[in-house]
């Protein structure tokens, strides 16, 4: 498979913090890789060197084959890799075609091409019903699907996702999951960071663990939750069990 998405070496400090010790990973096209790790593990530092907002002390990041380390987040985003954010930030005074008409108009400039474009997202991310309606009236559950439709929006091949999942009800984050499945299925490739490991699990090609800025495993789910090194530092010995557990239901209902 081709990596869509190389990172090597990859080191951010924060005055004497490194906040990323030389990461080195890849994620292939079409893939579903997740990103893990205690809070503090520098997941999203990584995503803000990935995406442009950082200028990494040391180490590359190719996209598609270029060398991106560096490069301004707009142009980063322009040849198709962008990124949601943690805290969900749509612009709250508008509605949700506006919000997502400015990710439209990245790659459509006549008005009525990014209108057809930002109908699309909409509608994908199930907010049809509150095309019209302003964003800051919505529950976090549409405001996170928001965040994705912006940024679909934007015609990436990639997405960044911080963590799409928190903060939504059990039945909100199926959704999410479902909508992050059918953008997969579509040819999207996706790299994300999210705690609820039920959610993201089974949906990941691979996982990559990072603590204390150091990535400390990277594998299949099935090999991450049975990991020691993952278990002391992140999982911990009864949720483990759990996931195993939960493996071992999925495989006999198959
Ligand atoms: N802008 C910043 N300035 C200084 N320290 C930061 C900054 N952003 C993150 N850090 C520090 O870097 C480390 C990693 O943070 P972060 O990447 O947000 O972790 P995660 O997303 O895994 O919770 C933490 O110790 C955090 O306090
Ligand atoms: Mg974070």
Known sequence: MM????VSGLTMKFGSLAANKDVSFDVGEGQIVGLI???????????NCVSGMYKP??????????DVTGMAMFKIARMGLA??????RPLNDMTVMENVLVGAYLHHPSETRAREEAERCIELCYLGEWRDRPAAA????????????????????????DEAAAGLTSTEANEMVSLIVGLRNNGMTILMVEHIMEAIMPIS??????????????????????????????????????????EKLRGERQ
């Open 3 to 6: 990596p869509l998405l190389e």
């Open 37 to 47: 790790g205690p809070n503090g593990s520098g997941k999203t530092t990584l995503f």
């Open 57 to 66: 002390a040391a180490g590359r990041v190719v996209f598609a084959g270029t």
């Open 83 to 88: 990124r949601t954010f943690q805290v969900v």
């Open 138 to 161: 919505m529950t976090i559950g549409n405001k996170k699907r928001l965040e994705v439709a912006r940024v679909l929006a934007t015609s990436p091949k990639m997405i960044l996702l």
């Open 205 to 246: 090609d691979k996982m990559v663990v990072l603590s204390g800025g150091v990535k400390i495993a990277e594998g299949p789910p099935g090999d991450i939750s049975r990991n020691e090194e993952v278990i002391t530092a992140y999982l911990g010995e009864k949720f483990s069990k759990r996931l195993i557990e939960s």
